[in-house]
């Protein structure tokens, strides 16, 4: 009883039930202890027979459910089978079966969530269709519907496709005429297929392109479906050459969408369909412009090539978001694949150009002012230039430049010109090199520069300069337009070095072409440096001694001796040497700037002091003469000022001090001697000054440095 169905009619409790045996078991409670207690003997027959009763209540269900699964297949086929039945007189019975099997069985699919339990019973009967199909193959007569009617392909393209996998097991000798059969109807309904998706691509219809792809998946043509697909969309998709990049973007955005919802894996047709548009409409569409003027135009190739590459690096940029395959570098692949070939000469064409380009831009320069280049470094010329510069020897203008023309021959406009030309390279350079070879192409284009720029034109002009710089005693006032030639060195070398730091040094940097350049770069304006700090010094030396002439052949000895009171303020050869002074400080501060302006008027300075200080030591002054001198000393001093050096003015003021001394009254000159204004020169300088005086030895005035 306490196995029974009675302890299930209300919801089953298992701890409920245990405790209910365990209350009705003997040795349940207190009495015998627990040693009393066995309920594995006393109920192991309520046990046994409660496991046999849930075994039977099983079976009973399942009878049933398979009693209420035949109902409904009997009353799922009953009207269909009546209708094929009156179809079917006179025909052999696997045809009949067909006949009637097949439009149940696709009557069946629709409602297949709703016969699931059914489904044990359908599979076995489909396996029995295929060989009903594979009979109409032997007798070579396709009667059934899935091959009569042209609406039911894909019915017949999965038969044949089962049938195909069948056929291949079969032995060939003895089936070779029904697999012919079965491949031949294959291809057809491959074909067939593939027709009805081309149509349904050309009328926009998204749904059934999807079930067509679905059916051809299955299919070996199925590459030829992505391929149609891909091939009608490129087609007569493409009208503006000169907007190919635009267009393709717009034809993947459109296309994609139809992709995603038409074919099972989208990334990989997408892939597929990017990769032919680079491999055909813009390879055709590269190489056609390349091949235009690679060689007829080296500038149009190199800026059409540079222009193309960084197109299609932008446009490969933009597809990436599609994630076309699984390799990460596939655009990257492809890109490289259509400018392999021109990637490969790209620097030796560069080069080549700006070569031919800078050549050219220096030629119509020099052409420009009648001028012809001559070969500077010889050891004729260089002995011409020493002797010239030693002595008055000249060997006329056929060897140097004419020295009035002022001509520099540097030309900024030019050094803008190669610095554009360089520039765009630099960048063409960093487009079309790979990173590994960037740091050597830019180098290769920087040594250029370098070549035609500093070397060819600034230093050219620069030893043209110095040749044409006078001698250190000029006959005549000297030309110092090689001050000129310093000035735009100057601001055609800024150029340079800007560009060298903006553009160069981000190309080469973290690589061992970096050092090398700023080597390169450092070694020449060191050069340059040498070379223009001689000119200078030279033109220096040229200006002092025409200003040495000038005192010379102006200053008379009445000047200073005479004992009559000064009739003008200063002498005739003070005015010119004043008047030449002024001018050259003019010309030395507009040509000079920075650090070089300051350094060069305060050595001119120092020699225009020292000229003066020398020329006075050819002379015996008056008491009279003595005022002159001051007079003169005065008007150099107020000249030196313009120059505007603290130490220059310094100098002179010195100076005049020491001119004091030639007026001093023979009582008062230990007492002016000993003054605080004398106190930093060398009592050998006054006593030089001093011996000056007409009256040094009538006075004995030595006895005042005794």
């Known amino acids: 009883r306490m196995a029974s169905a009675e302890l299930f009619e209300d919801p089953f409790d298992p701890i409920e039930y245990v405790e209910r045996l365990a209350w009705r078991t003997h040795g349940g409670g207190t009495k015998g202890g627990a040693q009393g207690f066995n309920p594995q003997v006393n109920y192991h027959d309520c046990f046994q027979m409660l496991r046999y009763w849930r075994q039977h209540i099983l079976h009973m269900f399942h009878i049933s459910c398979h009693s209420s699964a035949d109902a409904l297949w009997n009353r799922i086929c009953s009207n269909v089978a009546r209708d094929a039945l009156k179809q079917l007189s006179g025909r052999s019975f696997p045809i009949c079966f067909s006949v009637m099997i097949i439009p149940l069985f696709y009557m069946i699919i629709p409602l297949f969530h709703m016969i699931l339990p059914l489904f044990h019973m359908i599979l076995p009967l489909f396996h029995m269709i295929l060989p009903l199909y594979f009979d109409e193959f032997l007798s070579g007569e396709f009667t059934s519907e899935a091959f009569t009617n042209p609406y039911r392909v894909h019915d017949a393209a999965d038969i044949v496709h089962k ?11 003895r089936f070779a005429q029904v697999k012919a059969s079965i ?85 990989q047709v997408m892939g597929k369909l990017v990769a032919k548009i680079f491999q055909t409409k813009l390879s055709e569409h590269v190489n056609g412009k390349l091949r235009e003027h690679r060689s007829t135009d080296p500038e149009k190739y190199l800026q059409h090539l540079h222009k193309l590459y960084g197109q299609t690096v932008e446009l490969s940029a933009k597809l990436s978001q599609y994630k076309l395959a699984s390799d990460s570098n596939f655009l990257n692949k492809l890109t490289k694949s259509i400018f392999k070939n021109y990637l490969q000469t790209y620097i030796q064409v560069e080069e080549s150009f700006l070569k031919e380009k800078a050549m050219l831009i220096s030629q119509r320069f020099y052409d420009s002012k009648n001028h012809t280049k001559k070969q500077l470094h010889s050891g004729i010329q260089d002995l011409k230039a020493v002797i010239s510069d030693k002595t008055s020897i000249r060997f006329g203008s056929s060897s140097s430049p004419d020295s009035n023309a002022r001509e520099t021959y540097l030309s900024q406009e030019l050094a803008i010109n190669l610095l554009q030309e360089t520039k765009m390279g630099f960048g063409r350079c960093k487009t079309l090199s790979s990173p590994s070879k960037l740091p050597l192409h830019a180098s290769c284009i920087f040594q250029l520069l370098l070549d035609f720029l500093c070397q060819q034109h600034i230093e050219y002009a620069i030893e043209l300069g110095l040749l044409a710089i006078p001698p250190t005693e000029p006959k005549n006032e000297p030309n110092i337009y090689f001050l000129d030639i310093v000035q735009q060195t100057n601001t055609v070398f800024h150029l340079f070095e800007k560009q060298f730091a903006d553009t160069l040094l981000p190309l080469v940097s973290a690589s061992p072409s970096y050092s090398d350049c700023l080597q390169r770069k450092k070694k020449i304006r060191e050069r340059m440096e040498v070379q223009l700090d001689t000119g200078i010094d030279k033109c220096l030396s040229s200006v002092t001694g025409w200003m040495r002439h000038v005192v010379r052949n102006e200053q008379r000895k009445s000047d200073f001796s005479t004992d ?143």
């Open 564 to 706: 009559q009171p000064p009739q003008e303020q200063y002498t005739k050869a003070c005015q010119s040497l004043c008047k030449y002074v002024k001018k050259v400080i003019t010309a030395m501060s507009g040509s000079l700037d920075g650090n070089n302006v300051d350094a060069v008027l305060k050595e001119f300075g120092s020699r225009f002091h020292r000229l003066v200080y020398e020329h006075l030591q050819q002379y015996s002054f008056s008491s009279m003469g003595g005022m002159m001198a001051i007079c003169d000393v005065n008007e150099y001093g107020k000249c030196a000022q313009l120059l505007k050096i603290p130490f220059v003015n310094s100098l002179f003021e010195s100076l005049h001090s020491l001119c004091n001394l030639l007026v001093v009254a023979p009582e008062n000159l230990r007492q002016v001697c000993s003054g605080d204004q004398f106190s930093n020169l060398d009592r050998a300088v006054l006593h030089t000054f001093v011996q000056l005086r007409s009256d040094y030895r009538s006075a004995r005035l030595a006895k005042n440095f005794s």
């Open 163 to 173: 049938l195909h996998l069948i056929a291949q097991e079969l032995p060939y000798d």
């Open 183 to 267: 491949v031949s109807k294959y291809h057809a309904i491959e074909s067939e297929l593939l027709n009805e998706f081309r149509e349904a691509h050309k009328n926009n219809e998204a749904a059934k392109m999807k079930e067509l792809a679905s059916t051809l998946s299955h299919f070996k043509g199925y590459q030829y479906c992505i391929d149609a697909f891909i091939d009608e969309s490129i087609e007569n998709s493409f009208y503006n050459r000169n907007e190919i990049f635009s267009e393709i973007i717009n034809l993947c955005a459109k296309v994609h969408k139809v992709i995603l919802c038409v074919f099972n894996a989208p990334e």
